[in-house]
């Protein structure tokens, strides 16, 4: 039986703050650092333009079409983990954008406080 795959990355205890440079920190401050997992699914069946996937034991299979230009899952780890990286550039550029937009509001809230904007 074939198998498709799929990097995702999540967070993951690790005991020490000297073991990673980047650091995240879980809500009891314990530290935490970034893990790329590679994930394999395996193939229940396959037509000529879809695979369907077993993704996990409470949740449907998932129907992949085979020549989609994005994908759930990819038939090898090159292609998955090609994948993983337009993926994390676009969640990149999206979190960049919201912090811009973030940055423009508060200036535009500095300037009405400024101007006494805002005062009952």
């Known amino acids: 039986m074939t ?16 073991s990673v440079d980047t650091l995240f920190h879980d809500a009891d401050g314990g530290p935490m650092a970034v893990k790329i997992t590679l994930r394999k699914y395996r193939v229940i069946s396959e037509t000529p333009r879809t695979v369907l996937l077993d ?3 409470y949740t449907k299979p998932k129907r992949v079409l085979k020549d989609a230009r994005r994908r759930f899952a990819y038939p090898t780890t090159e ?9 994390k550039v676009c969640q990149q550029q999206h979190g960049e954008a919201t912090v ?7 200036e535009l809230v500095a300037e009405m406080e400024a101007a006494g904007e805002g005062e009952a």
């Open 3 to 18: 198998a498709w795959y799929r990097y995702v990355d999540g967070l993951e205890y690790v005991g020490d703050f000297e």
């Open 55 to 57: 993704v996990g034991a």
């Open 79 to 87: 292609l998955a983990l090609k994948s993983f990286r337009r993926r």
């Open 100 to 106: 811009n937009r973030a940055k423009a509001a508060l």
